[in-house]
């Protein structure tokens, strides 16, 4: 059309040039500041040591409290080498202290030891089974195990440690992403069957940052889930258009004396509680603490990051850094046997912080700082607590912000107003578990699993990358001596 025509051929006027032209200056800005200062400096491929199992011994945990060291501590770090490579790791402790860590690749399985680590059995999976976003989780009253993946796809059941698996089934397809299962006690307990709930939380569709939850539930062990009321939020219920418009909710906790259920959230700039008292039909919503940078904030401190730099001129891809990852929330509450509700996240400063709460979520102690002295930052915490109110954590941590390695941390006095904390990294110096930029390098990784085995040693599921192809599943483990 000669209309058509006539537009097409006009080049931009001089209104128009402007936004063109600054946008060709902050590309050339970026590629002088950061690219061709990489490409001059060039730097040698990252110094990969395969991780070796075995404890530290005449190391331990320091004791610090308030960022100050106040000396040597009494557990001894180790590391475990299941000898699978991994995708996300879940981790889970059966009574007799057997360890379930998933998920092992090649073919997809869940790695099973019943001697601490000493030996690994991979229990294969059904065939055809999701392995993104893996998730084992261990109904404590019961020893049964569950596995669920991303997606519209199966959680599977097995009392055998892996044996044998059963599947269960979903009244809906709203199952995106960031799935996770737990448990507890129905709010009117049962005379008969299944004696708890098994609940299935995750993101919704659409995907990304603009996802809502949802919330299932199953009476019947896992056989089948229905969705079990209104969604802990939604999409569109964001209204702070500098945030992500959604989040993955963490794996929940559940009163054992009266059935509600905790769910924790980053969601919309703020770090909160989603709560339900009537097994998810209803939720309100608890604010712990708020976010005051953009939802952009993470991007741009990657972009500002040499480590990342350095990685992606060395030919290694790692789409997701620990600074666009610092506000993802897998483990992070617990409950202690009074009651008591324990909240961890990353802050601002990427530093890990605890909150507690005393009055059943109605209110939060002020964040109290638990990273040890030379973490510079950390990443994916995971928080574990026993029936006693002692915490124990893991994570990813950096002294320099170049390499990454694993890090557990316990606390004997949690509540306390400057709380102290023993804190080891898994792993010798000089022999990280990411000699690189953290976080997806040899695939997805975007959590730790913390666990408390029946013996008081402290577990974990790390991943150490590889120089090629899926990461290495390895565990720390911190032993009292």
Not at 7 to 32: D, I, K, N, S, T
Not at 86 to 96: C, H, K, M, V
Not at 392 to 401: F, I, L, P, V, W
Request: proline share 8%.
């Amino acid at each position: 059309m000669a209309g058509t025509g006539e537009f097409m051929e006009q080049g931009p006027q001089p209104g128009q040039r402007a936004p063109v032209l600054l946008g060709l200056a902050g590309v050339l800005a970026l590629l002088a500041l950061y690219v061709l200062p990489a490409a001059a400096r060039r730097p040698a491929w990252p110094d990969f040591k395969p991780p070796a199992t075995g404890c530290q011994a005449g190391v331990r945990t320091v004791r610090h409290a308030g960022g100050a060291a106040l000396g040597a501590g009494s557990y001894e770090p180790c590391l475990v080498d299941t000898g699978m490579t991994t995708g996300e790791p879940g981790l889970a402790i059966s009574r007799d202290g057997a360890l379930l860590r998933s998920v092992a690749k090649g073919p997809a399985g869940v790695a099973v030891s019943s001697d601490n680590g000493a030996s690994w059995t991979r229990r294969v999976l059904p065939a055809g089974t999701q392995v993104a976003i893996p998730d084992g989780y261990l109904d404590p009253v019961t020893d049964r195990y569950f596995y669920s993946g991303m997606g519209n796809t199966p959680v599977y059941a097995s009392d055998d440690k892996g044996v044998t698996w059963r599947k269960g089934t979903f009244d809906s397809a709203q199952r995106y992403d960031w799935n996770r299962v737990f448990s507890g006690a129905p709010v009117v307990r049962r005379a008969a069957g299944y004696p708890t709930n098994i609940y299935y939380c995750n993101m919704t569709l659409p995907a990304g940052f603009f996802t809502g939850a949802r919330c299932f539930k199953s009476v019947d062990g896992g056989a089948t889930f229905k969705t079990s009321g209104a969604d802990p939020f939604k999409q569109g219920d964001c209204r702070n258009f500098t945030q992500p418009q959604g989040s993955g909710p963490g794996r929940g906790v559940v009163d054992p004396r009266d059935g509600a259920i905790y769910l924790p959230v980053h969601f919309c700039g703020t770090v909160e509680v989603a709560i339900s008292r009537d097994e998810g039909v209803t939720w309100t919503h608890k604010v712990v603490d708020r976010m005051r940078g953009s939802g952009s904030q993470g991007i741009l401190n990657s972009i500002a990051s040499p480590a990342w730099r350095k990685q992606l001129m060395s030919g290694r891809g790692n789409p997701v850094t620990a600074e666009m990852a610092a506000g993802q929330f897998s483990d992070a509450i617990a409950m202690d046997a009074s009651g008591r509700l324990y909240l961890a996240w990353v802050d601002e400063a990427y530093t890990p912080v605890l909150s507690w709460s005393g009055d059943n979520g109605r209110t939060w102690s002020k964040p109290a700082p638990f990273g040890p002295p030379g973490v510079v930052q950390t990443v994916l915490l995971s928080l574990a607590v026993t029936p006693e109110g002692r915490v124990g954590a893991s994570y990813y941590g950096s002294t320099d912000r170049q390499t990454w390695t694993g890090y557990l941390a316990v606390s004997d006095n949690p509540t306390a107003t400057v709380p102290t904390f023993e804190t080891a990294a898994v792993t010798p110096a000089g022999r990280p578990l990411m000699p690189e930029a953290c976080c997806w390098a040899s695939g997805a990784q975007e959590y730790t699993a913390a666990r408390w085995a029946p013996d008081g040693s402290l577990w974990a599921a790390f991943a150490a990358t590889t120089p090629k192809g899926d990461a290495e599943g390895v565990l720390g483990r911190l032993i009292r001596r």
